[in-house]
C-alpha cells in the first residue's frame, strides 16, 4: 500500500507531504494505481520549480520501500494552489483504490 501524508501548519497550509511503500496493485510495469500516484507527484514537484520556481528540499529512495518526502514548501497561494490539487487528485485515485493507496492530513 502507498502512504500519502500530508502535513498543514495551523493556517491549514501544507508545509511537507511524505509518500512511502507500494500499491501492489498489479506487476512492475502495469500498476495503474502506483503509475498515477506517481506522474501526480512527480508532476507536482516539478511544477514547483518550473512554474513557480520553488525547490522545496527532497528526500528520495525508490528502493528501499518507497520514500518520496519534500519539506520546505512555502504558503503562498499559488504553492498551495498547487499542492491542493495534488492532494485532491491522490484522495480522487483513493477513492478508486482504498486498498492501495491511503490518503491522510495531520497538523504539522
Known sequence: MIKANFYQDQAGKI???KL??????????????????SA???????N?????????QLKQDQENGGYFE???LAG???????LLAF????????NGYRQYLEVKIFAA
Open 70 to 72: 519534500v519539506s520546505g
Open 20 to 37: 512511502t511503500g507500494h500499491a501492489d496493485y498489479s506487476v512492475a510495469g502495469a500498476d495503474i494505481v502506483c503509475a498515477g500516484v
Open 76 to 82: 503562498d497561494h499559488d504553492c498551495q494552489l498547487l
Open 40 to 46: 501526480l507527484t512527480f508532476s507536482t514537484f516539478n
Open 48 to 56: 514547483l520549480g518550473r512554474l513557480l520556481n520553488q525547490h522545496p
Open 15 to 17: 508545509v511537507r507531504f
Open 87 to 94: 492532494q485532491n487528485g491522490l484522495l480522487d485515485i483513493m
